[in-house]
C-alpha cells in the first residue's frame, strides 16, 4: 500500500517517539526495585505440611546452590530434580534431606538463576533454611509479589498475565480457577495486545503522513484506510466492553440477595442453600434485621448470598433501618431471590400472576424500568407444603402460561418440594451472570481493565473528532488510545512502533 520510502529512513524514526519513552527492552513499572539482589522466600504456605518449597532467585542463586546443597551449578543437570543433604553454610550442620532445582536464566520464571529446594514441612526445617540463606552475602528475604514482579520485567508474563496469576491463587470455585488460568495464559494480553499493534500500525500511518505528504511520498488511500481501522477498532473495544460484567462478576463473586416480607421464609431459604443454621429462623415476623452474608460455591460459581430484613411498615427505628439495608442491597444486587408466602396468594388462581407482578413492582428498584429489574429476579413461592395438592397444581398450571413473569419456583423449606427445580433456576441465573469462562473471547475481570478501555474509545473518537481539523491532534489520540492499552498490560514501547516501520515502509531493505 505504501508506494514510497526511501526517505523515511534518512529522516529517522524519532517522530515516532513522542510520548513513548522507557526502557525497549523490559516490561516497565512504576517501582523500580533491586534485581542485582537475590531473594527468597518460603513459596508453599504457612503453618506445618508434608513439603515445603523454598525458591531462590537471582545472581547469587549458584552461589545458594554450592553453599547449601554442596553442588555446582555446572555439575547439576537443569530443571531436573535431585535429592540431596541441605547444608547450613556457617556450622555445616545437616538441616534436612530433600531435592534441589536448578533453573538457570533466562528460562525460569523471574528469567534470573534461580533454585527450589523442597524441604519437610515442619517449622524448624523451613526457619534453618530460611536463617542460612539470609546469613549469604547479597541474599535477602523476599518482599510480597516480588518473584512475580520480577517476571515481569523480564517481559515473563504482562499485567493482565500477572492478574491473572494472582486470581488464580486466590480462585476459590472452579469458574473462577478457568477464567484465571486463561487469562494467565495470555489470552486476555493477546487480546489487548493484537488491538495494540493494530494501533500501532495506524499511528506509523498518520505520523508518516503528517511527515510525508507533502513530498507525494504516500498514496492519498492512507488515511481512509486508517479511518476504517480506528472505527473498526473502536467497535470491537465498545463490544468487548459491552460484557454485561460478567468477567468482573464471575472474579468477584455474584451478589444474590433474598428479600421479601417478613416471615415469607427467607432465613429458611438462606440456610437450606448454606446446608447449616446461618441466620435465625423464628416465627417472629421481623427476626431478620442485619445483612447475613455468606460466600456459597454454586457448581462451581462463586456467589455471596444476603438474607435481609423482612419488608414492612414498623415503628421500630432498628427495624426501620434493617429495612432500608434490604432495599439499598436489592438496588445493588446482580440477582434477587423475591421470596413470598404461598398462603399470601389470591385464592383465585387466574388473579396470581398480577398479583405476583404487583408484589415484585413493590420490592424491586423503582430508579430503573420494572423489565430490566425483571431479568434480575427469581421467584420463590415458599411453603408449598401449606397448600393441597390441587392448589399447587393449579398455581403451576397458572405459572406455566405468565409469560410475563421472572421464573419463578413454587418450594418449600420446609419438605424441600420443589428445591431442585430451584436450584436449577438459581444455577442458570448465576451462569447467564458469569458467562462461559472458556467460550467465546476471553473477558476483562477488573475495572482497571474497563477504566483505561473506556479511555481508550474516548481516545479514538478523538481520531474521528480531529481527523479533518488537526492530523496531529487526531494522532495523538491515537497514541492515547495506544497508551490506555498499554497501561492494561504494562507493555507499551517504542520498540514496537519501530519493528511496524522496518517491517512496513523499509520496502526491499
Ligand atoms: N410451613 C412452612 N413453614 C415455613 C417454611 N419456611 C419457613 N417456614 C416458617 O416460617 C417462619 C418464618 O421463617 P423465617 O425463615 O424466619 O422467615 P424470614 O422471612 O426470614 O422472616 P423475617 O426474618 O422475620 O423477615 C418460621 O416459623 C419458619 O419455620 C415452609 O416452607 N413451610
Ligand atoms: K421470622
Ligand atoms: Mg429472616
Same mark, same amino acid.
Given at each position: 500500500?505504501?508506494?514510497?520510502?526511501?526517505?523515511?529512513?534518512?529522516?529517522?524514526?524519532?517522530?515516532?517517539?513522542?510520548?513513548?519513552?522507557?526502557?525497549?527492552?523490559?516490561?516497565?513499572?512504576?517501582?523500580?526495585?533491586?534485581?542485582?539482589?537475590?531473594?527468597?522466600?518460603?513459596?508453599?504456605?504457612?503453618?506445618?505440611?508434608?513439603?515445603?518449597?523454598?525458591?531462590?532467585?537471582?545472581?547469587?542463586?549458584?552461589?545458594?546452590?554450592?553453599?547449601?546443597?554442596?553442588?555446582?551449578?555446572?555439575?547439576?543437570?537443569?530443571?531436573?530434580?535431585?535429592?540431596?543433604?541441605?547444608?547450613?553454610?556457617?556450622? +555445616?550442620?545437616?538441616?534436612?534431606?530433600?531435592?534441589?532445582?536448578?533453573?538457570?536464566?533466562?528460562?525460569?520464571?523471574?528469567?534470573?538463576?534461580?533454585?527450589?529446594?523442597?524441604?519437610?514441612?515442619?517449622?524448624?526445617?523451613?526457619?534453618?533454611?530460611?536463617?542460612?540463606?539470609?546469613?549469604?552475602?547479597?541474599?535477602?528475604?523476599?518482599?510480597?509479589?516480588?518473584?512475580?514482579?520480577?517476571?515481569?520485567?523480564?517481559?515473563?508474563?504482562?499485567?493482565?498475565?500477572?492478574?491473572?496469576?494472582?486470581?488464580?491463587?486466590?480462585?476459590?470455585?472452579?469458574?473462577q480457577r478457568r477464567q484465571a488460568l486463561r487469562q494467565m495464559a495470555?489470552?486476555?494480553? +493477546?487480546? $489487548?495486545?493484537?488491538?495494540?499493534?493494530r494501533l500501532i500500525r495506524c499511528l506509523a500511518h498518520v505520523e508518516? $503522513?503528517?511527515?510525508?505528504?507533502?513530498?507525494?511520498?504516500?498514496?492519498?488511500?492512507?488515511?481512509?484506510?486508517?479511518?476504517?481501522s480506528v472505527s473498526q477498532l473502536q467497535k470491537e473495544v465498545e463490544?468487548?466492553?459491552?460484557?454485561?460484567?460478567?468477567?468482573?462478576?464471575?472474579?468477584?463473586?455474584?451478589? !444474590?440477595?433474598?428479600?421479601?416480607?417478613?416471615?415469607?421464609?427467607?432465613?429458611?431459604?438462606?440456610?437450606?442453600?448454606?446446608?447449616?443454621?446461618?441466620?435465625?429462623?423464628?416465627?417472629?415476623?421481623?427476626?431478620?434485621?442485619?445483612?447475613?452474608?455468606?460466600?456459597?460455591?454454586?457448581?462451581?460459581?462463586?456467589?455471596?448470598?444476603?438474607?435481609?430484613?423482612?419488608?414492612?411498615?414498623?415503628?421500630?427505628?432498628?427495624?426501620?433501618?434493617?429495612?432500608?439495608?434490604?432495599?439499598?442491597?436489592?438496588?445493588?444486587?446482580?440477582?434477587?431471590?423475591? !421470596?413470598?408466602?404461598?398462603?399470601?396468594?389470591?385464592?383465585?388462581?387466574?388473579?396470581?400472576?398480577?398479583?405476583?407482578?404487583?408484589?415484585?413492582?413493590?420490592?424491586?428498584?423503582?430508579?430503573?424500568?420494572?423489565?430490566?429489574?425483571?431479568?434480575?429476579?427469581?421467584?420463590?413461592?415458599?411453603?408449598?407444603?401449606?397448600?393441597?395438592?390441587? +392448589?399447587?397444581?393449579?398455581?403451576?398450571?397458572?405459572?406455566?402460561?405468565?409469560?410475563?413473569?421472572?421464573?419463578?419456583?413454587?418450594?418449600?423449606?420446609?419438605?424441600?418440594?420443589?428445591?431442585?427445580?430451584?436450584?436449577?433456576?438459581?444455577?442458570? +441465573?448465576?451462569?447467564?451472570?458469569?458467562?462461559?469462562?472458556?467460550?467465546?473471547?476471553?473477558?476483562?475481570?477488573?475495572?482497571?481493565?474497563?477504566?483505561?478501555?473506556?479511555?481508550? !474509545?474516548?481516545?479514538?473518537?478523538? $481520531?474521528?473528532?480531529?481527523?479533518?481539523?488537526?492530523?496531529?491532534?487526531?494522532?495523538?489520540?491515537?497514541?492515547?488510545?495506544?497508551?490506555?492499552?498499554?497501561?492494561?498490560?504494562?507493555?507499551?514501547?517504542?520498540?514496537?512502533?519501530?519493528?511496524?516501520?522496518?517491517?512496513?515502509?523499509?520496502?526491499?531493505?
Amino acid at each position: 500500500m505504501f508506494n514510497f520510502i526511501s526517505g523515511s529512513l534518512r529522516r529517522g524514526p524519532s517522530f515516532i517517539m513522542k510520548g513513548l519513552r522507557g526502557n525497549p527492552s523490559k516490561n516497565r513499572c512504576s517501582s523500580d526495585i533491586c534485581d542485582a539482589d537475590t531473594i527468597f522466600a518460603l513459596s508453599s504456605g504457612h503453618g506445618r505440611c508434608g513439603v515445603a518449597v523454598v525458591r531462590i532467585s537471582g545472581p547469587a542463586s549458584g552461589l545458594v546452590l554450592s553453599s547449601l546443597a554442596g553442588r555446582t551449578h555446572s555439575r547439576t543437570v537443569p530443571r531436573t530434580a535431585r535429592l540431596c543433604n541441605i547444608i547450613d553454610p556457617r556450622s +555445616q550442620e545437616l538441616l534436612d534431606r530433600g531435592l534441589v532445582l536448578w533453573f538457570p536464566g533466562p528460562r525460569s520464571f523471574t528469567g534470573e538463576d534461580s533454585v527450589e529446594f523442597h524441604i519437610h514441612g515442619g517449622p524448624a526445617v523451613i526457619s534453618g533454611v530460611l536463617q542460612a540463606l539470609g546469613s549469604l552475602p547479597g541474599v535477602r528475604p523476599a518482599e510480597a509479589g516480588e518473584f512475580t514482579r520480577r517476571a515481569f520485567h523480564a517481559g515473563k508474563l504482562d499485567l493482565t498475565e500477572v492478574e491473572g496469576l494472582g486470581d488464580l491463587i486466590h480462585a476459590e470455585t472452579e469458574a473462577q480457577r478457568r477464567q484465571a488460568l486463561r487469562q494467565m495464559a495470555g489470552d486476555l494480553g +493477546q487480546l $489487548y495486545h493484537g488491538w495494540s499493534q493494530r494501533l500501532i500500525r495506524c499511528l506509523a500511518h498518520v505520523e508518516a $503522513y503528517i511527515d510525508f505528504s507533502e513530498d507525494e511520498l504516500i498514496e492519498d488511500g492512507v488515511l481512509n484506510q486508517v479511518d476504517s481501522s480506528v472505527s473498526q477498532l473502536q467497535k470491537e473495544v465498545e463490544r468487548h466492553l459491552q460484557d454485561g460484567r460478567r468477567g468482573e462478576r464471575l472474579r468477584g463473586g455474584v451478589q !444474590v440477595v433474598i428479600a421479601g416480607k417478613t416471615n415469607a421464609g427467607k432465613s429458611s431459604l438462606l440456610n437450606i442453600l448454606c446446608q447449616r443454621p446461618v441466620a435465625i429462623v423464628s416465627p417472629v415476623a421481623g427476626t431478620t434485621r442485619d445483612v447475613v452474608e455468606t460466600h456459597l460455591d454454586i457448581r462451581g460459581f462463586p456467589v455471596l448470598l444476603s438474607d435481609t430484613a423482612g419488608l414492612r411498615d414498623t415503628l421500630d427505628s432498628v427495624e426501620r433501618e434493617g429495612v432500608r439495608r434490604a432495599m439499598e442491597r436489592v438496588e445493588q444486587a446482580d440477582l434477587t431471590l423475591a !421470596v413470598l408466602d404461598s398462603t399470601h396468594l389470591p385464592k383465585a388462581h387466574q388473579g396470581v400472576p398480577h398479583f405476583l407482578l404487583g408484589h415484585l413492582r413493590t420490592l424491586l428498584p423503582g430508579g430503573e424500568d420494572l423489565e430490566a429489574a425483571l431479568r434480575r429476579c427469581l421467584l420463590v413461592i415458599n411453603k408449598s407444603d401449606l397448600l393441597t395438592d390441587e +392448589q399447587v397444581a393449579k398455581i403451576q398450571t397458572v405459572l406455566s402460561q405468565a409469560e410475563e413473569l421472572p421464573p419463578v419456583c413454587l418450594m418449600s423449606c420446609h419438605t424441600g418440594h420443589g428445591l431442585d427445580d430451584f436450584m436449577e433456576a438459581l444455577l442458570k +441465573q448465576v451462569k447467564t451472570l458469569c458467562g462461559d469462562p472458556l467460550s467465546g473471547s476471553p473477558s476483562l475481570t477488573q475495572a482497571r481493565h474497563r477504566a483505561h478501555l473506556q479511555r481508550c !474509545v474516548q481516545a479514538l473518537a478523538q $481520531y474521528h473528532r480531529y481527523r479533518d481539523l488537526d492530523l496531529a491532534l487526531a494522532a495523538e489520540g491515537v497514541r492515547l488510545a495506544l497508551t490506555s492499552l498499554g497501561r492494561i498490560t504494562g507493555k507499551v514501547g517504542p520498540e514496537e512502533i519501530l519493528d511496524v516501520i522496518f517491517r512496513d515502509f523499509c520496502i526491499g531493505k
